[in-house]
């Protein structure tokens, strides 16, 4: 079946540039994550998006961050005026109801390159 | 807060050796917990997971048991074998607090023929 879904794989843009990069969920699945992974590091949380509820934007690492979610469908996140520091792979995920017990299904990624 | 702490790697084994990777949790509530892999160029993949203390989770021949007496989840397989080179992330998720899993910075395991 279809996994999550993300776009573009990669993306190279220069410095000052707005960014958007989009992410579709397993259908059905009400929790959708966004994670920043530099190279060779863990996983930074960014946000998260649980049904109809406002969002957890507690890891957004500044305002040039956004992101949006259309129901319970496509996310998109937003970098404006980007900086050499967001490059990095931006990772997606989603779980079927963001519950403790449900596991995470993640996209392959958005490599972002700055330059 | 809730935290996961894994061994540093990389781990470097040849073929068929035993493999152990440590992973230990701090957590407010009953979290499950979980181990993910990531292959080169590619998102994360549940290995497997375990939802209560004592459960063990088990997939394609890798192990870990779930042991809140020593708050741990090490991850072992008996044979590994080079297509395990990957990087392996181990996970809580707190039922008594956020839905936002904790992650650990990830194990690099590196299997030579």
């Known amino acids: 079946g279809a996994g999550v879904s993300q776009s573009p794989s990669n993306k190279v843009t220069e410095k000052g540039k707005d960014v958007e990069l989009r992410c579709d969920p397993i259908s059905g699945h009400t929790a959708l994550y966004w994670y920043r992974q530099r190279l060779g590091q863990g996983l930074e949380f960014l946000i998260y998006f649980q049904g109809n509820s406002a969002p957890d934007k507690s890891g957004l690492p500044s305002d040039r961050f956004s992101a949006e979610r259309t129901g319970e469908s496509v996310s998109t996140l937003t970098i404006q005026r980007t900086q050499q520091e967001d490059s990095a792979v931006y990772l997606c995920?989603?779980?079927?109801?963001?519950?403790?017990?449900?596991?995470?299904?993640f996209g392959d990624g958005t490599r972002l390159s700055i330059l | 807060g809730d935290s996961v702490t894994q061994m540093e790697g990389p781990v470097t084994l040849s073929e068929e050796a035993f493999l152990t990777i440590n992973c230990t949790y701090t957590?407010?509530?009953?979290?499950?917990l979980f181990w993910y892999v990531q292959y080169p160029g590619e998102g994360l993949q549940l290995l497997l997971k375990a939802t209560k203390a004592d459960d063990k989770g088990s997939n394609k021949g890798f192990e870990a048991t779930y042991r809140k007496e020593t708050t741990s989840f090490h991850l072992e397989k008996g044979s590994v074998q080079v297509s395990d080179s990957a990087v392996y992330f181990c996970?809580?998720?707190?039922?008594?607090?956020?839905?936002?899993?904790?992650f650990g910075r990830g194990t690099s395991l590196i299997v030579h023929p």
């Open positions: 957590a407010t509530g009953y979290p499950s």
């Open positions: 995920a989603s779980s079927s109801d963001g519950t403790s017990n449900q596991p995470q299904h």
């Open positions: 996970a809580l998720s707190d039922q008594g607090g956020s839905y936002i899993p904790t």
